[in-house]
């Protein structure tokens, strides 16, 4: 299976211009073929490895593989929010964008923390520096795809709730994160934590 990267980036105001280069980003996605298709409820890019639909109405996104089992979808009403804010002087946004996840997906990865937590399923992740604890925006699923949020500011992954897995950023210009699907190593990952 080839690997496919999508790269999301949504917000108020210009948010491509909110998601410049990143120091910890080596090499930034690299177009590749896709096919694109819209009627009146949905837009699907589909590659050879997945498939995406947009919501038009609201804009949600569904993460498919190339045979249509669903991988991941966010939320239908009101997937991202943005709550502009000034810290430091500085114009930002509270962002967040809400996925639902599958009842028995496991999610793994998220950096190096202290709490004894293999698979976070049910937890609440503080994505910050502190001591001992190194916080790694890459969520890995047992489902074989992986969350890059893209973001150097404080954030959280939350998963109190097993219909909704909630990644949210306190200061950001725009939601901003990379799907992976079809990895080799996140394949071989999954397969030993199941």
Request: charged letters at 20%.
């Amino acid at each position: 299976m080839q690997s496919t990267e999508i790269h999301i980036v949504a917000g108020p105001g210009d948010p491509a211009a909110a998601s410049s280069q990143q120091p910890w980003i080596v090499n930034r996605c690299r177009p590749g073929q896709f096919e694109f298709s819209q009627d009146e409820k949905e837009a699907t890019l589909s590659t050879s490895a997945l498939k995406v639909t947009i919501g038009l109405k609201e804009g949600n996104l569904a993460f498919k593989d190339a045979a249509g089992k669903t991988l991941l979808t966010e939320r239908g009403f009101k997937p991202r929010s943005y709550l502009a804010d000034t810290i430091n002087g500085e114009k930002v946004f509270h962002v967040s964008d809400l996925f639902i996840p599958e009842a028995r997906e496991g999610f793994y990865g998220l950096g190096q923390h202290q709490n004894g937590v293999f698979n976070y399923r049910g937890t609440v992740v503080e994505l910050g520096q502190a001591n001992t604890d190194v916080a790694l925006p890459m969520l890995i699923s047992s489902n074989g795809y992986g969350i890059l949020w893209n973001t150097a500011g404080l954030s959280y992954f939350d998963n109190r709730f097993a219909t909704e897995m909630k990644l949210s950023t306190a200061a950001a210009d725009a939601v901003d994160y990379y799907f992976f699907y079809g990895l080799r190593s996140i394949r071989l990952f999954t397969s030993i934590a199941r």
